[in-house]
Nanobody
Framework: QVYLVESGGGSVQPGGSLRLSCAAS????????MGWYRQTPGRERELVAA???????HYGDFVKGRFTVSRDFAKNTVTLEMNSLKSEDTADYFC???????????????WGQGTQVTVSS
């Protein structure tokens, strides 16, 4: 079993900053990608930011330089620094891990329980 524990999130005014962190633990052989997605009611979950096992980063188009994702490969953690937050960033944010569980040959997507981010004045 693989576990993702998220921390951070909360409420902030427009223009403010928040940090989200996610730590992975459990029986994982290899982690290919770790990152963050977000979802609002009635909309599909969308990529916010992710880091591959080669260190490449990918961001959603809406980020536009406001967020920074980083990954600690030794600790199996991923952190999302969010700056210049806007009201439209309000959503539930989910940690994602794309990896290969121990003693399996297939890749599996794992999800955290989600953490709420509210941007409001």
């Amino acid at each position: 079993q693989v576990y993702l524990v998220e921390s951070g999130g909360g409420s902030v005014q427009p223009g403010g900053s928040l940090r989200l962190s996610c730590a992975a633990s459990g029986s994982i052989f290899k982690i290919y990608v770790m990152g963050w997605y977000r979802q609002t009611p009635g909309r599909e979950r969308e990529l916010v930011a992710a880091v591959t096992d080669l260190g490449s980063t990918h961001y959603g188009d809406f980020v536009k330089g406001r967020f920074t994702v980083s990954r600690d490969f030794a600790k199996n953690t991923v952190t999302l620094e969010m700056n210049s937050l806007k009201s439209e960033d309000t959503a539930d944010y989910f940690c994602n891990l794309d990896g290969r569980p121990a003693e399996q040959t297939r890749r599996v997507d794992y999800w955290g329980q989600g953490t709420q981010v509210t941007v409001s004045s």
